[in-house]
């Protein structure tokens, strides 16, 4: 009689991660299915935290715009809307950008040389739609965005978001400008890769600002990030001018990301000190 052995297989690093990826963008479907019917502070703490999270699962597998599973010069990011002339959806929306060039029109070019993030062979793609912070919540942009003021007055550097250049050489250019503070660019949320010079009126490209992860899951940006919400109404004052209406210096709430790529929040007004 034989006896026949039964290895047992356990599951490889890239299992784990799409398995961890799947489970991240459940996760964000059901937080996203009415993220404009309330929750507040938390709830919108939890919507970003959440959508990090999932670019960071991205970025971990190596997801880019190629239709051949090789992808390369990823880059991977969390995009803001900063419109004041958009009432309702000004540094309310938001959406995950993955932008990168496919092993199939890479075409001998070196990858270490791909830096321009606007032009061919370089192409953006949303893996999933633009969602909206909770009602009556909104980012508070960084205190170097004047065209957005807050309602109250506050202490000099409290209670503002932090987002410093990129730390790599991606090259500045009229779509995107990495070593802003904050980073910016000009994009059109498409499920289909697309270059960003390709993003002409019709397709009414925007600009953001933006978080963004290395391939390593790492942060990619060069000192403290800080994404600060509050609780309050964005309201349009002229042209290209916005004003936050905040009721008071309670009504606030942070996430930080960290180093590593992952994500703290916070409620407490001394952590969203930038001197700290």
Request: aromatic residues 6%; glycine residues 8%.
């Amino acid at each position: 009689m034989t006896v026949r052995s039964i290895a047992r297989k356990g599951f490889t690093l890239v299992e784990l991660l799409v398995v961890i990826t799947i489970i991240l963008l459940i996760s964000s479907l059901f937080l996203g299915l009415s993220p404009g019917d309330g929750g507040g502070l938390p709830a919108g703490q939890r919507f970003i935290a959440s959508s990090i999270r999932t670019v960071r699962a991205m970025a971990l597998m190596n997801r880019g715009p190629g239709t051949t599973g090789v992808t390369y010069a990823n880059r991977y990011r969390l995009l803001i809307l900063n419109d004041p002339d958009d009432e309702a959806n000004h540094l309310r929306q938001f959406v995950i950008a993955v932008g990168g060039v496919s092993s199939a029109d890479l075409k001998g070019l070196d990858p270490a040389t791909i830096t321009n993030t606007s032009i061919t062979p370089y192409q953006w793609f949303s893996p999933e739609p633009a969602q909206l912070l909770p009602t009556g919540v909104a980012f508070v942009p960084p205190s170097g965005d004047t065209a957005t003021t807050l309602s109250i007055t506050l202490a000099a550097n409290t209670r503002r978001s932090i987002i410093g250049p990129l730390a790599d050489s991606a090259t500045t250019n009229a779509k995107d400008s990495p070593v802003s503070t904050p980073p910016w660019m000009l994009y059109a949320p498409t499920s289909q890769p697309m270059t960003l010079t390709a993003m002409t009126a019709d397709f009414n490209p925007k600009k953001w600002f933006y978080v963004e992860l290395q391939g390593t899951g790492a942060s990619n940006h060069l000192g403290r990030v800080l994404l600060v919400l509050a609780k309050g109404v964005v309201r349009n004052t002229g042209s290209g001018k916005a004003v936050i209406d905040i009721s008071s210096e309670n009504q606030f709430a942070a996430l930080s990301l960290r180093p590593n790529g992952d994500v703290t929040m916070t409620l407490d007004a001394d952590e969203m000190d930038k001197a700290k």
